[in-house]
């Protein structure tokens, strides 16, 4: 089992990182949280490749303005609750592409595999996509995925270059630049402010 962050029993804030969740012999999972209701913010969240992938939060965490993908190999998930007590308590503004299995594993028991299919949190009853998560993206919308320069290229996708929310605290990306607060026009994210998806702003 490959994991890159495992918090339990703690409330971490988790913003403006990279994270490559590497491989494992059966299973990979970016983040997992145990009983703990991380905030998880503007990231790039590779889940990498085995029998399991994706952002596993268990316990109400926040989830806003990230990039997250698995690169193949046995189950392929993005964002998975253990049960329906861990449903996170947000998840918005996100992209979530390359998890053929689920996009969003409610409850570990349905397997959301798109964007207008209905999934629970702590907002309510809604499709992912009326809270502005789409499934756009792949590696090649990054500078130099393997070369580990994960800025984003100017091909990015508008919804994912300026698809993000802002959020209480955060005025910067990794880099140190300000995150911009214009939406560009054609944007169709629900609530999307102008800032980049991920760790690095690219308008």
Known sequence: MSTSIYNISSKPEIS????????????STCILNNS????????????????????????????????????????????CEKDD??????????????CPDALYRDEDSVSIT??????????????LEYWGNISEGNTGMFIDFSG????????TPLNIRGGGRTISGITSDKDGIGRTTSTPTGMTNAGAAGWSMGAHEKD
């Open 16 to 27: 403006n990182n990279t994270v490559n969740g590497g491989y494992g012999d059966q299973s």
């Open 36 to 79: 703990s209701p991380a905030t998880i913010m503007n990231n790039v969240l590779n889940a990498g490749g085995a029998e399991d992938g994706g952002s596993s939060p268990y316990s109400k965490p926040l989830i806003r303005n990230n990039v997250i993908f698995t690169e193949g190999g046995g189950t392929q998930w993005g964002i």
């Open 114 to 127: 798109a964007v207008d299919q209905n999934m629970t949190t702590g907002e309510g009853t809604q499709t």
């Open 85 to 98: 007590v861990s449903e996170p308590e947000s998840v918005r503004n996100n992209t979530i592409f390359n």
């Open 148 to 155: 580990g320069d994960w800025h984003l290229a100017g091909t």
